[in-house]
C-alpha cells in the first residue's frame, strides 16, 4: 500500500503504531460544539473506526483505527464539521470534502469562559474561535490558548501564546460600606493590590492583575466592571529538553492588538524559520532570534493603546533535562 | 383622575417633570453587572423616560435615594463644624407598591423609633414624591403574602402599554400637567393579586426558636458577605466614622455609612467583643428582625417580600425557606 504520509499529516492524520490504521483529529476551536457535530464524530468513529474517541489534551477529538484505505472517505463525511468550522470562525476553507488542509497550527484551545464560569472576564470561546479564524489553516507549529482570567485553569503559561482575559476594576467610592471583603481576598488570593486607608479602598495598578475578583466580593457594586483587556504570555512549553512556563510579554492590551499580534506572529515565523528543519517550533525560533526581535516584528503596526505594558527583555528559563536536575 | 398619553406626549410631560425634579427609577447599567457581560437593574438618576425599566426588579433597592450608602453629615475644621448645604430639587421615584411600602418601614425606624426623628433622613424623604408602577410579580416575591403588594401611597401611576401610557394622578398639583398631554380615561392601578412562592409568617413566634438548632445551617452555608442587608429595602443599619484628611488631619469629615449584622464587625465592642459571631446567629437576628421583631414595636412587619435577599444571595439562602421552618417548628411546639 502506498501512502503519502506527509499529506496524511497534514490532513490531521497520524501515523500511528498500527501499520495501515491511522487516526484523524477533530479541530473544536475553543473546546466548544454543538451535539449535532459530537453525532457526527461519534458516527464516523463507529463506522470507520474502533467506536471510540479520544478527547486531546487540547481539547480536540482524536478518532483513532481508521484504515488509511478509508481516509478519502472519511474526509468526505467531515464535511459537515469544516462547515462548522467555517461559520464559527470566519475560515473560507475553499474546498471542504478534502479533509482538513492543515495540521500543524494545533486547535485554539479556551477554558470554560463567560458562557459558564462566573470568573471569566470575557467570551473565551468567541476569542478562540475568532485567533483560529486568522491563524488556521496554516503549517506553523503554534500552540494558543485562551483562558478567561488571569487563574489560567487552560493553562495558557503552557502555551507558545496565553491569553489571560482582565478587566479594569473601577472604584466608586460613594458605594463603598468598607466591608474590606475585596481587600482581604486580594491579599488572601491574588496579589495584594488593594489597601484600606481612612475608611476607601485603594488598588495599586501595577500589582493588579485584573482578575475582576474585588468586584464579584463587592456586596454593594462599589466595583464595577471597567473595559475589557487581556494579558498575554509566550513561549510557554513542554517537550524533551527545555520545559518552561510562558513568560509575561504584554498586560493591559485590547481584543483586537491579541487578534492582531497573532497575526503578525506568523510572518515573524516565516521570516526566521529554519526551512532545513522538518518543523521548528515557533519557542526555538524565538530562543534563536531573541526576545527584541520577537517583540518588535509582533508589534509592528499595532496600535497598543495607552495601558498597555510591555515586557523589557525577558529570561525565560525554564529547565534543561541535563543539567537542572539533582537526582 | 385617569388618563391615557401616547409615548410621545409621555416623553414630553417627563421632560416637564424633570424641570422640576430629580427623577429616581430602574434602569439598566449595560454591561454593569458583577459578571461580564451582564447587565445591573437599578435605580439611578434618569434623564428621559425610555431609559426605564418596567420588566424587571431591580438589584438594588430605592432605599439609597433617601438614605445614602456613604453620607456626609459635616465637615469639620480645628473651630468649625460645616454642614453641606446644597439646596437639592424635590425627589420622584418610580416604583412598584413593595418598594414604595418599604419606606413605611424606612420612615418608622428613622423617625418613629425614638425621641429624636433622623434630620439627615429626613429632609432628603420629605423631598419625595412617588410614582407607582404596575407589576406581575418575579421570582421570590412574596409582597401578597404581607399585603405590601398594594399602596395608597403615590401621586401618580404609570402603567405603559403597547403606544400609550395610561396614568392615575392622585397629586392634585399633578393634574394640570397630566390633563395637558392625556385625554381622560379610567385608569386604576394593576397590582399582584397571588405570588408565585408563598409563605406565612407565624402568628406567634416563641423565643424557644433563638436556641434551635436550626440556625446552624446557616453558620455553615452564609459567607456573611452582607449582600442580603445591602440589597433589602428596608435594612437601615449604619456606623459612624469621622475621617481625618491626610494632609492636614485637624480638618475632615464625619460620615455615616450603610453597617450589616451579617459581616464581621457589626456591633463590635472594644476588645473585638460582639453579640453574634456565627452566622447563624446572625441570620436569626436578621430574620427575625423582619418577621417579627419590628413588629412588635411598630405593628406592621418590617420585610415588604421584595425577595431581593433571596435573589442577591450567593449561596442561594432563601428567605421564604427559613419561614417555612420557624413555621413548621412553632407548628410542632402547638403540639406539644
Ligand atoms: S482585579 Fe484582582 S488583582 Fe486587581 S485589585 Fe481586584 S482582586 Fe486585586
Ligand atoms: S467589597 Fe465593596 S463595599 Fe466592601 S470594602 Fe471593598 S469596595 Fe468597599
Ligand atoms: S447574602 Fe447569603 S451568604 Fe451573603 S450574608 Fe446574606 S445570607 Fe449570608
Redesign the pocket.
Known amino acids: 500500500m502506498s501512502v503519502d504520509t506527509k499529506k496524511l499529516v497534514k490532513n490531521a492524520y497520524r501515523v500511528t503504531k498500527e501499520r495501515y490504521l491511522t487516526a484523524l483529529r477533530v479541530r473544536v476551536p475553543g473546546g466548544h460544539l454543538d451535539t449535532k457535530q459530537m453525532t457526527l464524530i461519534s458516527r464516523i468513529a463507529d463506522r470507520y473506526g474502533r467506536g471510540e474517541v479520544h478527547i486531546t489534551t487540547r481539547q480536540g477529538f482524536e478518532i483513532p483505527g481508521i484504515p488509511m484505505s478509508r481516509m478519502e472517505e472519511v474526509n468526505r463525511e467531515i464535511t459537515p464539521l469544516l462547515d462548522a468550522l467555517q461559520k464559527t470562525t470566519g475560515i473560507d476553507l475553499k474546498v471542504t470534502f478534502e479533509g482538513y488542509p492543515a495540521a500543524g497550527t494545533r486547535n485554539v484551545s479556551a477554558c470554560i469562559g463567560n458562557r459558564v464560569c462566573p470568573f471569566a472576564n470575557y467570551d473565551t470561546t468567541r476569542l478562540a474561535q475568532d485567533i483560529e479564524g486568522i491563524i488556521y489553516p496554516n503549517d506553523f507549529h503554534v500552540k494558543i490558548a485562551v483562558s478567561g482570567c488571569p487563574n489560567d485553569c487552560i493553562k495558557a503559561h503552557m502555551q507558545d501564546v496565553g491569553i489571560l482575559g482582565q478587566v479594569e476594576p473601577l472604584y466608586d467610592s460613594k458605594r463603598c460600606i468598607g466591608c474590606k471583603a475585596c481587600v482581604d481576598n486580594c491579599r488572601k488570593r491574588v496579589t495584594g493590590a488593594l489597601k484600606f486607608h481612612n475608611f476607601t479602598v485603594q488598588r495599586d495598578h501595577e500589582k493588579c492583575t485584573g482578575c475582576g475578583e474585588c468586584i464579584l466580593k463587592c456586596?454593594t457594586a462599589a466595583w464595577t466592571r471597567g473595559e475589557k483587556y487581556y494579558s498575554v504570555v509566550i513561549m510557554g512549553r513542554t517537550g524533551k529538553k527545555n520545559p518552561r512556563l510562558a513568560a509575561p510579554f504584554l498586560r493591559w492590551v485590547a481584543r483586537d492588538v491579541v487578534l492582531k499580534i497573532c497575526e503578525n506572529l506568523y510572518s515573524y515565523i516565516d521570516k526566521h524559520i529554519d526551512r532545513s528543519l522538518p518543523k521548528e517550533h515557533v519557542g526555538n525560533i524565538v530562543d534563536r532570534t531573541g526576545y527584541p526581535v520577537f517583540r518588535d516584528e509582533v508589534l509592528q503596526n499595532v496600535d497598543l493603546g495607552e495601558r498597555a505594558m510591555v515586557a523589557k527583555h525577558i529570561n525565560f528559563g525554564g529547565y534543561e533535562y541535563h543539567s537542572n536536575a539533582s537526582f | 383622575m385617569g388618563y391615557k398619553i401616547y409615548r410621545e406626549k409621555f416623553a414630553d410631560l417627563f421632560h416637564e417633570l424633570r424641570a422640576s425634579y430629580e427623577i429616581y427609577a430602574p434602569v439598566t447599567k449595560k454591561d454593569k453587572g458583577m459578571y461580564s457581560d451582564t447587565d445591573l437593574i437599578t435605580y439611578d438618576k434618569v434623564e428621559s423616560f425610555t431609559e426605564i425599566v418596567f420588566d424587571k426588579k431591580t438589584f438594588f433597592s430605592p432605599k439609597e435615594i433617601v438614605f445614602p450608602i456613604r453620607q456626609t453629615l459635616f465637615y469639620f475644621t480645628e473651630d468649625s463644624v460645616l454642614e453641606p448645604t446644597k439646596l437639592e430639587k424635590d425627589i420622584v421615584i418610580f416604583a412598584r407598591a413593595c418598594d414604595i411600602n418599604s419606606f413605611r418601614s424606612l420612615d418608622a425606624i428613622f423617625l418613629q423609633n425614638g425621641p429624636y426623628e433622623d434630620p439627615y433622613y429626613k429632609k432628603l424623604r420629605q423631598r419625595v414624591k412617588f410614582i407607582l408602577l404596575p407589576c406581575d410579580g418575579f421570582e421570590n416575591c412574596y409582597c401578597a403574602c404581607l399585603g405590601t403588594n398594594i399602596t395608597d401611597n403615590y401621586s401618580a401611576y404609570v402603567d405603559v402599554r403597547d403606544d400609550a401610557v395610561y396614568c392615575k394622578v392622585k397629586d392634585a398639583y399633578w393634574k394640570g400637567l397630566w390633563s395637558k398631554y392625556g385625554e381622560e380615561s379610567e385608569v386604576e392601578p394593576r397590582y399582584v393579586s397571588k405570588n408565585e412562592n408563598t409563605f406565612e409568617i407565624p402568628q406567634k413566634i416563641n423565643n424557644s426558636i433563638f436556641e434551635h438548632q436550626m440556625w446552624s445551617e446557616?453558620t455553615n452555608?452564609?459567607?456573611?458577605?452582607?449582600?442580603?442587608?445591602v440589597?433589602c429595602p428596608t435594612c437601615t443599619c449604619f456606623t459612624v466614622h469621622d475621617i481625618r484628611y491626610d494632609d492636614n488631619s485637624k480638618y475632615g469629615e464625619r460620615r455615616r455609612v450603610w453597617a450589616?449584622c451579617?459581616?464581621d464587625g457589626f456591633t463590635e465592642m472594644a476588645g473585638g467583643h460582639g453579640y453574634r459571631h456565627k452566622?447563624g446567629e446572625?441570620?436569626r437576628f436578621?430574620v427575625l428582625h423582619k418577621i417579627s421583631d419590628f413588629k412588635k414595636r411598630f405593628g406592621f412587619q418590617m420585610c415588604v417580600g421584595c425577595g431581593r435577599?433571596e435573589d442577591?444571595?450567593?449561596?442561594?439562602?432563601s428567605l421564604k425557606n427559613c419561614i417555612h421552618k420557624i413555621s413548621e417548628i412553632m407548628a410542632e411546639e402547638e403540639k406539644v
Do not use: D, F, H, L
Not at chain 2, 452555608?221 to 449582600?227: L, M
Not at chain 2, 442577591?312 to 439562602?317: L, P, S, V
Open positions: 456586596p | 446557616y452555608r452564609c459567607t456573611g458577605c452582607g449582600r442580603c442587608t440589597v450589616s451579617q459581616i452566622q446572625r441570620t436578621r435577599c442577591a444571595c450567593q449561596e442561594y439562602i
